[in-house]
């Protein structure tokens, strides 16, 4: 038997953040991970750093994670090669213009420099995009990092600083007894105070063992990369509509993703699939005309949760004390997981934050009778 103050479900981003943030304050925790730290969606993703374009449920978790991001050299030892280059959001029709133009308004709303380009602007400011792009709005601030650096980065700070991060084990079962939550995990049986659930996709399963069933299902986005070609799309690209997103890295490859790779959260295994390659390489030439005929060297996918709404569940239980949940990040959880940590260690151990989370609560699945 174990016997911890806090332990905390899931090795990604988020679950290594809040071993850290809690190590920090001095707290004893133990992290469980079923495979090995960020080898799921947290490592396997695309590398977006973006606040531009979020649900507004999500944006003062952004802003806090922003000002970590850029204070990772301090926290970290490294920056995990973070780069400010500006997130440039295409429009290709009018209904996706005046998209982009709402949005300025929430922009506004949570300071965030947010600037308009028309087509005349952004053809003369970017010559290398396709005819078809009409419009884009461009976020300075935003940029791109190597996802396969940050989960582990976080880990090796956290255990530094007294954390007990423990690899290739997986939870079976959670209850909570006599005030504190028993954690059946390989062969060992692990006792705490609080439960911190970060467990991604599985986090639904998390909640399920509480009485907190969500309709989480799994979500396998399909990545690329292309041989190195030479420098020249310095921002990080989306698009609204979605289905294609790229960047390049200043080495010269090219990172895109766009539709959905297939998986099983059973094994788990993912893997990208030959048509969602394709598919996204050609709305990558699309708008980067000059890629045509780039050779692709790498595809891969991970399993991620996906939530009906879009938005991740992220607070306190609505069935035990003590419990506090944040998965189901959608797709877009890489760049909030540094500030979730920091706001699960602040609800744990002040049992408060600043920042408002009622929109994300789980209670948002429940109905009354």
Excluded at 176 to 187: C, I, M, P, T
Excluded at 305 to 314: A, E, K, T
């Amino acid at each position: 038997m174990v016997e911890t103050e806090v332990l905390v479900i899931g090795g990604g981003g988020a679950g290594c953040s809040t071993a850290l943030h809690l190590a920090l304050r001095g707290a004893k925790v133990v992290l469980l991970e079923r495979g090995l730290v960020g080898s799921q969606a947290s490592g396997a993703n695309y590398g977006g750093v973006r606040q531009q374009g979020r649900h507004p449920a999500e944006l003062p978790i952004a802003k806090r994670s922003h000002a970590i991001w850029q204070d990772l050299p301090r926290l970290l030892g490294t920056d995990c090669e973070f780069v400010a280059t500006g997130h440039l959001k295409l429009a290709r029709s009018a209904a996706d213009e005046a998209d982009l133009v709402a949005y300025l308004d929430v922009a506004r709303d949570y300071q965030l420099p947010v600037r308009f380009l028309d087509r005349a602007t952004l053809h003369r400011d970017y010559p290398w995009l396709g005819a078809s792009v009409v419009a884009a709005s461009f976020a300075p601030e935003d940029g791109s990092a190597n996802p396969r650096l940050l989960s582990p980065a976080l880990a090796q700070a956290a255990r530094a600083a007294g954390a007990a991060i423990r690899e290739q084990i997986q939870v079976t079962a959670c209850r909570h007894e006599n005030g504190r939550f028993v954690v059946e995990a390989g062969d060992a049986v692990f006792h705490a105070d609080t439960l911190v659930n970060t467990a991604g996709f599985w986090g639904g399963q998390v909640a399920e063992w509480f009485g907190e069933p969500v309709p989480v299902r799994p979500h396998t986005p399909n990545m690329g990369v292309t041989e190195p070609i030479p420098y020249f799309i310095r921002p990080n690209i989306g698009v609204a509509g979605g289905g294609i997103y790229l960047r390049q890295i200043p080495r010269g490859n090219v990172i895109f993703g766009g539709g959905r790779g297939t998986g099983d959260p059973a094994v788990p295994f993912s893997r990208a699939t030959p048509e969602a390659t394709l598919a996204a390489m050609r709305k990558a030439v699309e708008i980067v005309p000059s890629l045509a005929g780039v050779s692709v060297i790498r595809s891969w996918s991970g399993i991620d949760g996906m939530m009906p709404d879009g938005i991740p569940v992220v607070g306190p239980s609505s069935t035990t004390p003590g419990l506090f949940h944040a998965f189901g990040f959608s797709g877009h959880g890489f760049q909030l997981g540094p500030a979730i940590g920091a706001i699960l260690s602040e609800l744990v151990l002040d049992g408060r934050t600043d920042v408002p989370l009622e929109p994300l609560s789980i209670r948002r699945f429940q109905t009354t009778p």
